[in-house]
């Protein structure tokens, strides 16, 4: 027999669920009611509860205080909360105190009844495992959700070699030989984005409002449950059970009903998402292989035509192309770019490598993945043989990248692009730093480089990125030093060739001017008219000599 304790201090609000509750059906002995938090603890004191169904908005003691302290020192109370639409704040600490459902105001009795259920099952199952002596590994007082979760993923994962427990096949519908199985990968392509502007940060706040989405689109014989991947943030794991029917039923449902959710997460949150809808299975522990398929099939879709939801599975999936997006072998060049100081050279390169792949018939999501994680491993090991810090370094790969400041969200090509190029720029930028500790500037460095480059295109750009010094204080170390600015100092050093090169009457001034860098035969006799107050032919001919130096 089951304990029930409402905490409410509106009096019309628990009159409606002692109405709407079946009490009776679901086994409930008793149902107690408390009109604040604090009145609620001392019953909770007195009284054996098995559930509360505790309203987050109370005088005295609200829902949140009240849930921390239950959390605390009843870890085995299930408990159900009611709070408004809006009330965010309230909805975190449902979240973070794992309750058994969380409705919304106003209270109608489907859904009441739906978490009465849920919560009687857990309270049924944990008196089963209790005198079954389950294995310890498993918390007795978690929510049947997080109970169900950690049973699907020890499937998924193929981390429990041991049978299932009778007590827990009910809980994921494994004792109806009747039912099937299917995974569902549900890929959110935007989820920093939408977790900043919709959800203040919350990303579990996300992960909650999603998988409420999708377990809303479940019916009686389709059912659908839904978490978070644990080790994959932007993934939320479905999984599909369906009563009896035909597998192209079940194949169809799952179709049709996942985009519905990609349709209504779009309209909702302006979530963008990929599915991947897995092979049904008859049995349970057929999850693990169901769940690889969806990966597969959400793997081979096409990056460079993605611009809208796609839901795909063993009819739709598209073939991935041979895998021949890599940067490996553009990686020595970014290197001998990024360490020369020229970052702009480096983004020259990749931008090159990237181009072509847009060449392609098609670049999968899986391709782009392996082609950035790759990318993420080589670029750090080319920063730490650059003596570039490791804890500074995104060193676990993908799922890091947001704790050095870098977004990994890509909905499209073009935003792939993009993030490659930033994460180059945060490379850039780490061996920049790093290369300044140990290469002092030397003006004369950038002497001895116009006297042997005088006829390239030299600009101040070349030496701020190698020296990672400002525009502004190199030319005023290399004037202090040498006494003319950088750009004087080219010229002069191609007005005093210019002069070597004129006394060679076998070369004519055209070819003088290609010679010096000049791509204007005109332009090179005008500047070296303004130098020397004569034009090239007139010193030639020996009419004016006049030098300013």
């Known amino acids: 027999m089951v304990n029930v304790l409402i905490i409410d201090d509106e009096e019309p609000l628990r009159e409606a669920i002692r109405i709407l509750g079946d009490w009776k059906g679901l086994g409930v002995k008793q149902v107690l009611e408390a009109t604040d938090g604090q009145m609620g603890l001392s019953m909770l004191a007195e009284h054996k509860i098995d559930l509360a169904?505790?309203?987050?908005?109370?005088?005295?003691?609200?829902?949140?205080?009240?849930?921390?302290?239950?959390?605390?020192?009843?870890?085995?109370?299930?408990?159900i909360v009611i709070s408004g639409y809006n009330d965010f704040e309230y909805t975190r600490q449902a979240i973070r105190s794992k309750v058994v459902d969380y409705l919304l105001k106003p209270v109608?009795?489907?859904?009441?009844?739906q978490a009465l259920v849920k919560a009687v099952n857990v309270l049924e199952a944990k008196r089963k495992m209790e005198n079954e002596s389950i294995s310890k590994n498993i918390t007795l007082n978690m929510s049947l959700p997080k109970l169900k979760e950690k049973i699907y993923v020890?499937?998924?994962?193929?981390?429990n070699n041991n049978p299932l427990s009778d007590a827990m096949l009910p809980l994921i519908g494994a004792d109806d030989p009747a039912n099937r199985f299917s995974a569902v990968v549900i890929r959110v392509l935007n989820l920093e984005e939408i977790s900043i502007s919709r959800f203040h940060k919350d990303v579990d706040l996300l992960h909650f409002a999603t998988a409420n989405v999708i377990?809303?689109?479940?019916?009686?014989?389709?059912?659908?449950?839904?978490?978070?991947?644990?080790?994959?943030?932007?993934?939320?794991?479905?999984?599909?059970?369906?009563?009896g029917g035909y597998r192209e039923d079940m194949v169809y449902r799952s179709?049709?009903?996942m985009k519905k959710v990609a349709t209504k997460l779009a309209e909702l949150f302006g979530t963008l998402v990929v599915v991947g809808i897995g092979e049904i299975y008859d049995d349970v522990m057929g999850l693990s292989a169901s769940y690889e398929s969806a990966k597969s099939f959400i793997n081979g879709i096409d990056l460079l035509t993605l611009n809208k939801a796609v839901v795909v599975n063993s009819v739709t999936e598209q073939t991935a192309s041979p895998d021949s997006h890599s940067l490996v072998g553009r990686i020595p060049l970014i290197r001998s770019a990024l360490e020369s100081g020229s970052l702009s050279h480096a983004k020259s390169i990749l931008i090159d490598c990237v181009g072509k792949w847009r060449t392609r018939d098609k670049i999968s999501i899986g391709e782009a993945d392996r082609?950035?994680?790759?990318?993420?491993?080589?670029?750090?090991?080319v920063a730490i043989e650059l003596k570039v810090a490791p804890e500074?370094?995104?060193?676990?790969?993908?799922?890091?990248?947001?704790?050095?400041?870098?977004?990994?969200?890509?909905?499209?090509?073009?935003?792939?692009?993009?993030?490659?190029?930033?994460?180059?720029?945060?490379?850039?930028?780490?061996?920049?730093?790093?290369?300044?500790?140990?290469?002092?500037?030397?003006?004369?460095?950038?002497?001895?480089?116009?006297?042997?480059?005088?006829?390239e295109d030299i600009k101040i750009s070349l030496f701020t990125e190698k020296y990672f010094l400002s525009r502004e204080y190199l030319m005023k170390l290399f004037k202090q030093q040498f006494g003319v600015g950088i750009h004087e100092y080219?010229?002069?050093?191609?007005?005093?060739?210019?002069?070597?090169?004129?006394?060679?009457?076998?070369?004519?001034?055209?070819?003088?001017?290609?010679?010096?860098?000049?791509?204007?035969?005109?332009?090179?006799?005008?500047?070296?008219?303004?130098?020397?107050?004569?034009?090239?032919?007139?010193?030639?001919?020996?009419?004016?000599?006049?030098?300013?130096?």
């Open 108 to 113: 109608n009795r489907a859904d009441l009844n």
């Open 392 to 455: 500074r370094l995104p060193i676990n790969g993908r799922n890091a990248l947001r704790e050095v400041g870098i977004g990994a969200d890509f909905a499209t090509f073009d935003q792939y692009e993009h993030l490659l190029m930033r994460l180059l720029d945060y490379y850039g930028n780490e061996i920049r730093g790093s290369l300044t500790s140990n290469r002092p500037f030397e003006a004369g460095d950038i002497k001895a480089y116009i006297d042997n480059h005088y006829f």
């Open 371 to 381: 082609a950035l994680q790759e990318f993420v491993i080589l670029m750090n090991d």
């Open 490 to 549: 080219v010229q002069k050093v191609r007005m005093d060739k210019a002069k070597q090169l004129l006394d060679d009457p076998t070369l004519k001034i055209q070819d003088i001017s290609a010679m010096l860098g000049y791509k204007d035969k005109n332009y090179f006799s005008k500047a070296f008219r303004n130098y020397y107050s004569v034009s090239p032919t007139e010193y030639r001919e020996g009419h004016t000599t006049t030098d300013k130096k």
């Open 53 to 79: 169904i505790v309203d987050m908005k109370m005088p005295v003691m609200n829902g949140t205080e009240l849930l921390q302290i239950i959390e605390r020192d009843y870890p085995d109370l299930l408990t």
């Open 154 to 159: 020890s499937i998924i994962e193929r981390s």
């Open 215 to 243: 377990n809303e689109i479940a019916g009686d014989q389709f059912q659908c449950f839904s978490f978070a991947n644990p080790k994959q943030e932007r993934e939320i794991i479905t999984v599909v059970t369906m009563n």
């Open 255 to 257: 179709v049709h009903r």
